[in-house]
C-alpha cells in the first residue's frame, strides 16, 4: 500500500516538532531476511564483475582535486565541503541531464547515504545497514550485503533505521550497522573481513557513516533520548582491533575518569548525571585537516533533555552541543567550543562541519564553519578553538544573540526556563539545520544550508518518568489554544529553506522557500550549480552564484540524502540515493498531505543526454477498509489517545496519520484488528520492525490505543486514500 491521504484541518509545526516517541513497524518489510543476526548469517551476494581494489589511502584523499573523478570520502575531501571541481555539466547545459541509470535497492525506510565512488565502482548503504557496490557507469551489481541486523531493534531508534554511507579504504568498505557493529568487507566481493560491537548494545545505535584518518576507522553512535553515554571510537582498519576511545561526557566519578578531558568535563555537571546516561552522542559529523592534524567531532544533546533534570544545580555540562578536536592517532584531547551551554532543547552539534580558508577582516583564518541545531551559524579558528563569530541564519528565540567577547549566547530567561509551563521556542527539536549536509563552494564563496524553520512547544517535567522509553524529561503537550495551530500554519511560518549563506559577510545572499521541511543535503559543483532533493520527490539544480533554478527531475519518492559527482570515461554523472524517510517521513502525514506514498527506493543517476526512464508509478484511489464498530468508552479513546502520543506516533504519524513509509492504523484490516493485542503487547511482528510494548504497556492500555486508533479511522472513513 502507498501513503493514504485523509483531510485534516491544518496541524502545527510545534505539535509536529514533538512527535517524539518510539513506535516501530516497516511497511516494505516482506523480505525474508529478517530474522537476528545470531540466527540468521549476513546474506552476501555476489555478480560476475572485475574485482576492484578500491586503493584509497590519505594520499588520494587528501590530494582529491587531482582525481576529480572520484569521489573518496563521505564529503568527497577530509574538509567535508561537498564541492566537485567537475564542470562538464554547467549552469549553461545543466537543462540536458537525463537519467543515465536508475537502481532499486531492497529496503524501503528511506534513504540517507553518500555514495563514495573509486576507480569505477560505486559503494553506497541502504535503510538497515545493507551495502551495495555497482558498476558507476551503468548501475550493474557487482555484490550486495546485508548483515541481517534484528528488525525489532527499530524500537531503540530516534528517527527510522537509515544508514548516511560507507568508508573506503585500502580495498576495504567499512559499514556501521543499526544494532551497533563495525563491520569491513573485502571490496571485490562483500565479504565480511572482521566485524566487532562497538557498543554495550540497546539502546544504543549507529546511523552516521565511519571516517578513516591515519589508518583508523572512526565510529560514534546514538541513543542519547534513550538514556546512554556518548563516545568516539577508532578501530584498525586491517584487523577492527580498538586503539582508542574518547568519551564525550563524563561518567560517574566514583570510578576515575578515562582522561584529563573527563575529569575536566566533570567540573561542568552536577547531580548524579551518570545514571541517566547524560547522552552526548557523536551520532554523525566529523571532520579533519591534515596540515593540523585534529579531527574534528560534533558532539549530541543530553540525556535527559532537561538540563535541570540532568544537571539540577546548574554547569554547561561538558561536551554536550559541542565542537571538539582531538588527535586522529590517540584520541587526546586538543580543544572544544561549545555551541549551547547547558542544552536544553536537543540543541546538538552534530550537524555538518566543513573546513576552509575565509577571508575575514582582510584576513584568511584557517575556519570551521557549522549550522548547528541551535539556529546559530558558526564559524571558529579550526586551529585554536578560538570564537570568530556567530549569527541567526533561522528564526531564534531562545537567545538573543551570540557574544562576541565570549563566545556565549545570551540565552532569553524567559524562554529557557520552562518548568511547570509551557513554552513556544524557535527553532524545534528538528533545528534549524538538521544532518542533512551543507557544501561550500570556493568559487561563490557561499554555504548551501538545507534550513528548517519551525517553532516548538516545550513543558518540563519535574522528575524523569522512569517508565517512558525516551529519557527526555518532558511532557507532550500540545499549544496552550487551538487558535494557534491555525495560525501558525497559515501565517506559514514553518518551512524549508535552501539558504546561500554568506559566511564573510554573516548573511544570506540568497534563499529559496519551500512550503515543508525536510529539504535534502547539498552538492555544488565548479559548473556553478547547486543540487539537492525536496520531500515532494523532485531532484532540483539551481544557480550557485544567483539562486535561480535551472533543473529539476521527478524522482518519484522525497529525497532526502546528498547528491553527489563523479566521472567516468570523459562523463560527468550526478548521482543521489532517492528513497523518502527519516523523521519527517515518520511524524508527518498530516503536514506534508503528499498526494502519493513514497515509490521504490532507487541509486538515481543522471548524465547531460540522459534517455533511460523511470518505471511509471501507477495511481490507484481506492477506498479505506471499513473500520470496525466502536466499543470504547469516551474516557478510555482519550486514553488511548495520550498513550498514542507517548509510544506510537513518531513511526505511525501524529494524529495516527501516516507519513507513507509505515502503515497507516487508521486503516488496518479486519485481519489486523483481531491481531492488534498480539501485534503490540505480544510482539508477533517483531521481525518485521514491530517490537512487542509489552514492558511498557498494560493489556488495558494497548485496548485503549485500539480504541483511539478505530475512532481515527472512524472520523476519517468516506475520505479517498491513494495506495
Known amino acids: 500500500m502507498k501513503l493514504a491521504h485523509i483531510s485534516l484541518r491544518p496541524l502545527s509545526a510545534a505539535v509536529l516538532s514533538f512527535a517524539l516517541v518510539a513506535c516501530s513497524g516497516d511497511k516494505n518489510a516482506q523480505e525474508s531476511n529478517q530474522t537476528a543476526k545470531d540466527d540468521s548469517p549476513a546474506k552476501v ?17 587528501i590530494a582529491a582535486d587531482s582525481e576529480p573523478g572520484n569521489w573518496m570520502s563521505h564529503g568527497r575531501t577530509y574538509g567535508e565541503q561537498r564541492y566537485s571541481p567537475l564542470n562538464q555539466v554547467s549552469k549553461d547545459n545543466v537543462k540536458d541531464l537525463g537519467l543515465a541509470w536508475s537502481f532499486d535497492v531492497e529496503h524501503q525506510q528511506g ?9 569505477g565502482v560505486m559503494y553506497t548503504s541502504t535503510a538497515w545497514s545493507a551495502v551495495y557496490a555497482l558498476d558507476a557507469k551503468t548501475g550493474k551489481q557487482l555484490w550486495h550485503y546485508d548483515p541481517k541486523v534484528p528488525k525489532e531493534y527499530n524500537r531503540y531508534l530516534c528517527c527510522s533505521p537509515a544508514n548516511r554511507g560507507v568508508a573506503v579504504w585500502k580495498g576495504k568498505v567499512y559499514i556501521g550497522t543499526i544494532d551497533g557493529h563495525l563491520t569491513a568487507l573485502d571490496a571485490a566481493t562483500g565479504k565480511v573481513a572482521w566485524n566487532v560491537k562497538t557498543v554495550d548494545g540497546a539502546p544504543y545505535s549507529i546511523t552516521g557513516a ?10 560514534g553512535n546514538g541513543g542519547a533520548e534513550m538514556g546512554v553515554r556518548g563516545y568516539i571510537t577508532a578501530y584498525d582498519t586491517e584487523t577492527g582491533e580498538q586503539q ?4 564525550t561526557v563524563p561518567g560517574n566519578p566514583e570510578k576515575g575518569f578515562e582522561s584529563e578531558a573527563m575529569e575536566m568535563a566533570a567540573k561542568t555537571w552536577t547531580g548524579e548525571w551518570w545514571k541517566l546516561g547524560g547522552g552526548g552522542t557523536a551520532w554523525d559529523s566529523m571532520a579533519y585537516d591534515p596540515e593540523l592534524n585534529l579531527l574534528y567531532v560534533g558532539v549530541g544533546n543530553g540525556s535527559p533533555w532537561n538540563r535541570n533534570i540532568r544537571s539540577p544545580e546548574g554547569g554547561d555540562n561538558l561536551f554536550l552541543s559541542s565542537i571538539v578536536a582531538v588527535r586522529p592517532e590517540t584520541g587526546e584531547y586538543v580543544w572544544h567550543y561549545q555551541t549551547t551551554p547547558a542544552d536544553n532543547f536537543d540543541y546538538t552539534a552534530t550537524q555538518h562541519m566543513i573546513l576552509a580558508d575565509i577571508q ?4 584568511t583564518r584557517k575556519v570551521i564553519m557549522q549550522a548547528p541545531k541551535n539556529g546559530f551559524f558558526y564559524m571558529l579558528d579550526r586551529t585554536s578553538g578560538e570564537f570568530l563569530s556567530a549569527k541567526p541564519y533561522v528564526q531564534v528565540t531562545w537567545a538573543s544573540h551570540v557574544d562576541q567577547e565570549t563566545g556565549r549566547p545570551v540565552e532569553d530567561k524567559s524562554v529557557t526556563e520552562f518548568t511547570e509551563r509551557t513554552q513556544m521556542v524557535w527553532p ?8 542533512h549536509p551543507m557544501a561550500f563552494n570556493p568559487n561563490t564563496g557561499l554555504v548551501y544550508i538545507p534550513a528548517i524553520e519551525m517553532p516548538h512547544f516545550y513543558n518540563g517535567r519535574e522528575k524523569l518518568d522512569k517508565e517512558r522509553i525516551w529519557n527526555l524529561g518532558m511532557n507532550w503537550v500540545k499549544p496552550p489554544a487551538e487558535d494557534n495551530e491555525t495560525i501558525l500554519m497559515n501565517k506559514k511560518l514553518t518551512s524549508g529553506k535552501l539558504i546561500a549563506w554568506d559566511p564573510a559577510k554573516q548573511k544570506p545572499a540568497w534563499e529559496v522557500v519551500y512550503p515543508t521541511p525536510g529539504v535534502g543535503g547539498m552538492l555544488t559543483t565548479a559548473g556553478d550549480l547547486v543540487f539537492h532533493g525536496v520531500p515532494q520527490g523532485k531532484l532540483m539544480a539551481y544557480s550557485a552564484s544567483e539562486g535561480k533554478q535551472l533543473w529539476e527531475a521527478y524522482t518519484q519518492t522525497g529525497v532526502v540524502a546528498p547528491p553527489i559527482t563523479y566521472e567516468v570515461d570523459g562523463e560527468q554523472y550526478v548521482a543521489v540515493m532517492a528513497g523518502w ?7 508527518g502525514g498530516t503536514v506534508f498531505g503528499k498526494d502519493e506514498g513514497p515509490g521504490p527506493n532507487r ?6 543526454g540522459g534517455t533511460a526512464t523511470l518505471p511509471e508509478q501507477p495511481k490507484l484511489v481506492k477506498q479505506a477498509p471499513k473500520p470496525p464498530a466502536q466499543t470504547g468508552t469516551p474516557e478510555q479513546i482519550a486514553n488511548g489517545g495520550a498513550l498514542y502520543d507517548e509510544f506510537c506516533q513518531f513511526c505511525h504519524g501524529l494524529h495516527a496519520v501516516s507519513g507513507g513509509v509505515i502503515p497507516d492504523l487508521r486503516h488496518m484490516t479486519d485481519a489486523s484488528h483481531q491481531s492488534f493485542m498480539g501485534i503490540v503487547y505480544g510482539g508477533m511482528l517483531k521481525d518485521k520492525g514491530m517490537a512487542a510494548f509489552n514492558d511498557h504497556l498494560t493489556v488495558q492500555e494497548v485496548q485503549d490505543i485500539h480504541h483511539y486508533l478505530i475512532q481515527r479511522a472512524i472520523d476519517s472513513y468516506g475520505d479517498e486514500r491513494v495506495f
Do not use: C, Q
Not at 111 to 119: K, N
Not at 210 to 219: A, C, L, M, S
Not at 581 to 587: H, I, K, Q
Open 45 to 61: 551476494t555476489v555478480e560476475a564483475a572485475e574485482p576492484s581494489t578500491a586503493n584509497i589511502t590519505a594520499e588520494r584523499i
Open 111 to 119: 534513504l540517507e547515504a553518500s555514495p563514495i565512488v573509486v576507480d
Open 210 to 219: 565511519p571516517r578513516i584518518v591515519k589508518d583508523k576507522v572512526i565510529i
Open 244 to 247: 582508542w576511545r574518547f568519551y
Open 360 to 363: 575575514m577582516d582582510g584576513v
Open 428 to 435: 524545534a527539536p528538528y533545528g534549524g539545520h538538521n544532518w
Open 581 to 587: 524517510g527519516g523523521m519527517f517521513s515518520l511524524t
Open 603 to 608: 541509486v538515481l543517476v543522471y548524465k547531460i
